[in-house]
């Protein structure tokens, strides 16, 4: 074994950058090209794209059994999203299946989430079967679905 490597110098490194410096037109729109292609690599694969190590059956096995936290709504929630969010046969993105939410939450925003279940949406019946739920109610559930953070406004 060696008793010491030479590291690469900066002085090599500049040099070598140096050589392969391109005429400045050029450089500019190499520059483009690179830059077009990190747009297009974004919009095709979003960096922030949660992530969820959990098989689809672990999914649906927590979505089954999950509740808020707030007894309240937990009752609201049980009798009602939960039917059918919890269960895969229904067809409705599961609750706490973060990865289809976010893609809901990125075509529809917040808002849009929130109409779809006043009015219905899909198979699903407006106010997702929640007569008795108030809008605060509506954002607190889709939030909870969605596994996102709970809104602050009236909690
Ligand atoms: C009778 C079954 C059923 C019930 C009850 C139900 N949902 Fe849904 N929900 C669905 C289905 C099915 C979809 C998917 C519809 C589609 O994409 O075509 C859905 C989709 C959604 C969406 C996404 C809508 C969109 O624009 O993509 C939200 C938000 C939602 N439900 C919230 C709720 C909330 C909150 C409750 C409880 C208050 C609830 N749901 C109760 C069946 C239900």
Redesign the pocket.
């Known amino acids: 074994m060696p008793s010491s490597v030479k590291p690469r110098t900066a002085h090599a490194a500049a040099h070598s950058s140096k050589k392969t410096a391109l005429p400045r037109k050029l450089s500019r729109s190499v520059l483009a090209l690179g830059l077009g292609a990190a747009l297009m690599g974004l919009t095709a694969c979003a960096p922030d794209e949660p992530q969820d190590a959990r098989s689809p059956e672990e999914i649906a096995e927590d979505a089954r059994a999950r509740l808020p936290d707030d007894p309240v709504l937990a009752e609201k ?1 049980a009798r ?2 939960m ?3 919890g269960d895969p046969m ?4 599961l609750s706490g299946d973060v990865k289809a939410w976010a893609k ?1 939450l990125e075509w ?1 925003g917040k808002e ?2 929130l109409q ?2 006043l009015n219905g ?5 407006p ?4 007569p008795d ?1 108030s809008v605060e109610d ?1 954002k607190k ?2 939030a909870f ?1 969605a596994n996102q953070p709970q809104p602050d406004a009236g909690s």
């Open positions: 929630y009602s999203c039917t059918c969010h229904n067809g409705a993105p809901r529809r849009g989430l779809s279940t949406f899909g198979a699903m019946p106010l997702g079967l929640c739920c509506f559930l889709i679905l």
